[in-house]
């Protein structure tokens, strides 16, 4: 399996702090953001990573992370000349992926799980995870049925679905590509990964984790301030990198 970090964006909401500098390269507890997610994928002996970053930063990420060999690993880059929704990760890395399954994590998004045995057991089809929080509508909200399964995926919905918010990490296979190709923007003027999602739900071949393990997206003051608690205490121990 190969892995993706989405990098791209403006970090709007933490400015004045992404002023500067790209959100995903600001100090979380006493690494850079990115070595959180990077470290995820590395951990599950993920070893060829594409970084996609935005054009006015790819020098920064060049300069902190190099070819990847010194973490046992090789780095492809590609610019995301701007955000037009998650699911465009995937088509600027078409020619990577090629025909492999791959992980999608994003810069911003600091997990205590390892996700090791998910990606082992991964053959085809989609796999997203989802974890009970108190706030689900800031995210893609999953709703189950009686039978544990999953009935409907919601992106930010304006009324209560359910508890479980979905995490910024998914595995596809390859045929992600020419889906998230056909996808329509949103009101929003971007594509949605709740889209991609419920494509592969509509054939049946959507699974959904849920996470035990602590979770942060660091996208906000708020977050971003949990994510250096959350750093110290648990994720701080567990980097390889």
């Known amino acids: 399996m190969r892995g993706i970090i989405l990098s ?4 709007t909401r933490l400015r004045p702090l992404t002023n500067v500098t790209s959100k995903q390269l600001l100090p979380v507890y006493n690494k850079p953001m990115i070595y959180y997610p990077l470290n995820t994928l590395l951990k599950a002996s993920i070893r060829e990573i594409l970084i996609i970053v935005a054009p006015e930063r790819a020098g920064d990420y060049l300069n902190l992370l190099g ?5 046992g690993a090789k780095f492809t880059y590609e610019i995301q000349d701007k955000p037009n929704g998650l699911p465009e990760a995937f088509v600027i890395g078409q020619n990577f992926i090629d025909k492999e399954n791959v992980a999608l994590i994003l810069g ?15 053959t085809k089809g989609a796999k997203v995870f989802a974890k009970r929080v108190p706030d689900p509508g800031r995210s893609g909200v999953v709703k189950f049925n009686a039978k544990k399964k999953v009935e409907l995926i919601v992106e930010k919905p304006k009324k209560w679905i359910s508890d479980y918010a979905l995490v910024g990490f998914y595995l596809y296979d390859c045929r992600v590509v020419e889906v998230a190709k056909n996808l329509k923007p949103s009101t929003r003027g971007e594509t949605e990964i709740v889209d991609l999602h419920n494509w592969y739900l509509k054939h049946h071949e959507l699974e959904v984790g849920i996470i035990k393990g602590k979770w942060r997206d660091a996208g906000t003051i708020e977050s971003y301030f949990e994510a250096q608690i959350m750093a110290k205490e648990k994720l701080h121990k567990q980097l390889i990198i």
């Open 8 to 11: 791209g964006g403006s970090g």
């Open 108 to 122: 911003d998004n600091l997990f205590e799980n390892d996700f090791t045995k998910d990606i082992k057991a991964f």
């Open 67 to 71: 070819s990847g060999s010194r973490f």
